[in-house]
């Protein structure tokens, strides 16, 4: 049996049985991240340089994704009240930035802290394999409020200022 199995791969088997054809299953994205990917929402960037922007710049060098969130914030109330991205990167990871700039508009730092990967790659259904790119939007939220708060903090003189600004000004 093994020899027949052997040579019908190899095409050397006596044609008593037709090969079956082999079935080339596409892999599909789900709705949300060809929504995402085809009409993404808020790309673009603000001023860095504006105390009111947080800026996260985040990458995964096993994949090449570079993502670059952020956020602004207004000073009154303390809520987003803008959000842009520009994200090099496969199709996942763009609908996750897209999707990451939706969901924070409105809500304060506080709120988008609490945001998880897995709520984004849940809402997007991402394979095992693109879980990262989810992982990217949440760690770039985190890295924009981050940025935000150090910048306030410097401007108001507060020693909450992070370690490496604090190096930098040295």
């Known amino acids: 049996m093994l020899r027949l199995v052997s040579k019908r791969l190899l095409g050397l088997a006596s044609h008593e049985f037709p090969p079956r054809p082999v079935q080339i299953l596409p892999r599909l994205y789900h709705e949300n991240v060809i929504d995402h990917y085809n009409n993404p929402r808020n790309v673009g960037s603000f001023d860095k340089n504006d105390p009111n922007v947080g800026t996260g710049l985040v990458g995964a060098p096993a994949c090449g994704d570079v993502m670059k969130l952020q956020i602004k914030i207004d000073d009154e109330s303390g809520k987003i009240v803008d959000a842009c991205f520009k994200t090099f990167g496969c199709g996942s990871a763009i609908a996750s930035s897209s999707v990451a700039t939706e969901w924070v508009k409105g809500k304060s730092m506080e709120e988008v802290v609490t945001i ?55």
């Open 116 to 170: 998880k990967n897995t709520e984004i790659a849940k809402h997007l259904a991402l394979p095992p394999v693109k879980l990262h790119c989810s992982m990217l939007a949440e760690d770039a939220i985190k890295a924009a409020v981050k940025d935000v708060e150090a910048k306030r903090a410097k401007l108001n003189g507060s020693s909450n200022a992070a370690p490496i600004e604090k190096a930098a000004d040295a």
